[in-house]
């Protein structure tokens, strides 16, 4: 099961900030943070990821609170190409092997960004 | 271009015809792995190679095969397709371990009629 919960659904307005949350309170301190998009049936698209610090790139940004029970991706200035499914995951820690590279997609956040 | 390129974008076939999905990086990534997509069930990892000749199953294996015979290509083969194997696949790649990207290619829609 995937160890994040995200909000549905959340509309933004075209030009605004999209600030996307998450919560993944059980996240162990190995666990990195990592979010993808998906644009309707195409390949989930790597966005960003981080361990503890904030991190930032030509995309996006990614704001980890200090305990890492949650965590918000922001969209800096959201355009009508960004409306996709957005996905938070917690990479799994575990044996050397399958555990460390598979990603568990959960449901996501569907964001709408209206002109 | 980095890319993952899976072959061919679209198939129709009829159960029971072999037929072997191709997967192709160009990163010199170890680590591979196929998934499915369904709707209500989100994807699911099907199998994952951690380098040349090491091949393990995932969560969703029955059915299918892989080989990873060179490190850049993992095939992703169904010996006798089913109706219930109707769905989009999708190849990933990475260099391995919890701090490298999962690199997605764009995906197959494979219809089993």
């Known amino acids: 099961d995937a160890k994040t919960t995200q909000p549905p659904s959340m509309d933004c307005a075209e030009g605004r900030a999209a600030n996307l949350p998450c919560n993944h309170s059980t996240i162990s301190g190995n666990e990195y943070v990592y979010w993808y998009r998906q644009i309707h049936s195409q390949g989930p698209q790597y966005i960003i990821h981080g361990l503890k610090n904030n991190e930032t790139n030509e995309m996006a940004s990614l704001i980890i609170t200090e305990d890492r029970k949650s965590s918000t991706l922001i969209l800096p200035h959201a355009t009508l190409r960004d409306t996709a499914v957005y996905y938070c995951i917690v990479r799994v820690a575990g044996d050397y092997g399958g555990s460390q590279g598979n990603l568990i997609f959960g449901k996501g956040t569907k964001l709408s960004v209206k002109p | 271009e980095a890319q993952v390129t899976q072959n061919p974008r679209y198939l129709i076939t009829v159960t029971g015809k072999k037929l072997t999905v191709t997967c192709s990086q160009n990163?010199?990534?170890?680590?591979m792995s196929w998934y499915r997509q369904d709707p209500g069930l989100g994807l699911r990892q099907i199998y994952y190679?951690?380098?040349?000749?090491?091949?393990d199953k995932g969560d969703v294996p029955e059915g299918y095969k892989v080989s990873r015979k060179e490190k850049r290509n993992f095939p992703l083969i169904l010996e006798s397709p089913s109706p219930n194997q109707t769905s989009l696949y999708f190849c990933a790649s990475s260099f391995g371990g919890l701090n490298s990207p999962l690199h997605f290619g764009n995906g197959t829609r494979l219809t089993v009629t």
């Open positions: 190679s951690m380098n040349v000749e090491v091949t």
């Open positions: 990163m010199n990534h170890e680590y």
